[in-house]
């Protein structure tokens, strides 16, 4: 007996969803396989969710309540610190796949949403939990939302006008790079008057109350605060009067680009935009949505060009790390997605059909070889004889032997307190350690309240969030167990005390090779020398000890 109905079909979009839930069960079951440890700033984040606020040191306030939703839900293990970041990528893919389908067509968007999940620093974001994560989540539903405003045909403007104002300030909360973003709007209702035409003064006004609302904890935290946020993400500019121009780091910071986005499809970008501003762009894909491809294409390049001409401008007078663009991800994908799409398709069958068949190959061959970096990434991960095994030791060692070391010290403090030491503090010359020992020391802390952990405080001012909340003081320096992991600041350490015992060393192991040396010894009665302005040393009898 045979049925007269066929099964329903699956639509691409459905397939695209279930994708996106496949690969995001993959990554968050090896959360809970992996046998990296917690990176230190991973640590920090944690140790921020421990005690909810609107601001921290270095960070708006997003990254540490999703990790506090997260350990409320299972638990403080790495699993559950981390599980939001495969989460947030997957939301920001889905979020791609319905704008690349409003924008273009559904293929677009599919394929955007491929790109995004496949990105390399996608694929190592996924695995750790960072501000990347919530700021591309939240900058994804942005961009979604921001494409229904200018293509909803009167639909619900100021509704969606308010839908935007959350989403953005959502992306505020996670990262102050989410400012690209507006700085690309105003860019686009510029150079388009269809999208200034949208933004009537209610739907502006609606915008503008709801993002402030948003957002304005925050401001407060910070002018609470000394701005400290503000001050810390200046500083990071590292601008120095007397040398500014680097062209090595700029192209250091392209060339990383293609590592970061993927080769192919940042080079589409490059070609890509290129061809744009010749006029030559390739057609991208027909959609339902009026005022041409190229308006839309343009609309893309107002929110990705501006994180990569800043960061290469900044990377040009100082420097700049590979994500700092990365508020470019989003329309990237979109752009990249749009532009391969329409290389494919505009290319004549007949008479290049070889040309078109080999430029096919090679962009699907290139997306090809991402599955597999990612695939070897997520193998690489889950013992270290995998590790070893993809060559990935070296770009893995920041992620190990941080509990080991923490276990190091915690033991010698044990025999401290067997032999009746009255230990007062145990404290550490690197926010490193003190994060990883923070988080993997919790539950030895917590059962001697009357040690904690401190943060000597090298220079004259405080350079994290652990020197500002935790210094040592005297108070806590009457009898300390100090560990060290740079060995250039142990007579530093030495001069902050009346007395202190020999440094004794302890190599912990990283990997198969690698070694981290950690020194301890004691230090009794501390008395914080003044600091050199120039070189942060110590002034003692008047005199600066390097």
């Known amino acids: 007996m045979t049925s007269d109905t066929a099964a329903p079909r699956l639509s691409l979009t459905h397939i695209s969803l279930l994708a996106i839930a496949a690969l995001t069960v993959v990554r968050v079951a090896l959360l809970f396989t992996t046998y990296l440890d917690l990176y230190p700033d991973e640590a920090q984040y944690w140790l921020w969710s421990r005690e909810l606020d609107f601001g921290y040191?270095?960070?708006?306030?997003?990254?540490?309540w999703v990790i506090h939703l997260a350990t409320a839900i299972g638990g403080n293990g790495e699993g559950f610190v981390r599980l939001f970041a495969p989460l947030l990528h997957a939301g920001s893919a889905t979020a791609l796949l319905f704008a690349g389908t409003r924008l273009y067509n559904e293929k677009t968007g599919a394929l955007a949403a491929l790109i995004y999940s496949l990105m390399p620093g996608v694929v190592l974001s996924s695995g750790v939990i960072s501000t990347d994560a919530c700021l591309l989540f939240f900058l994804s539903l942005s961009l979604l939302v921001y494409v229904e405003f200018l293509h909803g045909r009167g639909k619900r403007p100021l509704f969606l006008a308010f839908l935007l104002g959350l989403?953005?300030?959502?992306?505020?909360?996670?990262?102050?790079?989410?400012?690209?973003?507006?700085?690309?709007?105003?860019?686009?209702?510029?150079?388009?008057?269809?999208?200034?035409?949208?933004?009537?003064?209610?739907?502006?006004?609606?915008?503008?109350?709801?993002?402030?609302?948003?957002?304005?904890?925050?401001?407060?935290?910070?002018?609470t605060h000394g701005f400290q946020t503000v001050a810390h993400t200046a500083d990071n500019a590292n601008w120095q009067a007397d040398s500014l121009f680097h062209p090595l780091?700029?192209?250091?910071?392209?060339?990383?680009?293609?590592?970061?986005?993927?080769?192919?499809?940042?080079?589409?970008?490059?070609?890509?935009?290129?061809?744009?501003?010749?006029?030559?762009?390739?057609?991208?894909?027909?959609?339902?949505l009026g005022g041409g491809s190229r308006n839309r294409d343009l609309m893309l390049i107002c929110f990705a060009l501006p994180p990569l001409v800043f960061?290469?401008?900044q990377a040009l007078l100082s420097r700049a790390h590979a994500n700092w663009a990365a508020s470019s991800y989003v329309p990237g994908s979109l752009l990249a997605a749009t532009w391969l799409y329409g290389v494919i398709t505009s290319l004549p069958y007949r008479r290049k059909g070889v040309l078109k068949t080999a430029i096919a190959v090679a962009l699907w061959a290139g997306l090809a070889f991402q599955v597999a970096v990612a695939g070897v990434f997520m193998y690489g991960i889950t013992s270290p004889e995998a590790t070893q095994a993809m060559g990935m030791a070296s770009g893995m060692k920041r992620a190990r032997g941080w509990e080991a070391a923490t276990q190091t010290v915690l033991a010698e403090a044990e025999v401290a307190l067997a032999r009746g030491e009255p230990l007062s503090a145990i404290a550490v010359d690197d926010r490193f350690l003190y994060n990883s020992m923070a988080y993997y020391g919790r539950d030895w802390f917590k059962a001697h309240p009357d040690i904690p952990l401190k943060n000597w405080v090298r220079e004259i001012n405080p350079h994290s969030h652990s020197e500002t909340h935790m210094p040592l003081t005297a108070e806590t320096g009457r009898h300390v167990l100090l560990a060290n992991l740079t060995e250039r600041f142990v007579i530093d350490m030495r001069q902050d005390f009346k007395r202190t015992s020999e440094p004794r060393l302890v190599q912990v192991p990283i990997d198969h090779k690698r070694l981290r040396d950690v020194r301890l010894f004691y230090g009794y009665d501390f008395a914080r020398a003044p600091r050199d302005p120039a070189t942060g040393h110590p002034i003692v009898d008047g005199k600066v000890h390097e």
Not at 57 to 64: E, N, T, V
Not at 254 to 280: E, K
Request: charged share 10%; with cysteine.
């Open 57 to 64: 040191y270095s960070k708006p306030p997003m990254i540490a």
């Open 167 to 223: 989403t953005f300030g959502g992306a505020f909360l996670s990262k102050y790079a989410c400012l690209y973003f507006l700085l690309g709007a105003v860019i686009h209702a510029a150079f388009d008057p269809r999208a200034r035409s949208r933004w009537s003064w209610q739907a502006l006004l609606i915008w503008a109350l709801t993002f402030a609302c948003v957002i304005a904890p925050n401001i407060i935290w910070n002018a």
């Open 249 to 288: 780091s700029m192209l250091k910071f392209l060339s990383h680009q293609f590592g970061v986005f993927g080769p192919v499809p940042f080079g589409m970008l490059v070609i890509g935009l290129i061809a744009f501003s010749l006029n030559r762009a390739s057609v991208s894909p027909d959609t339902e």
């Open 311 to 313: 960061v290469t401008i």
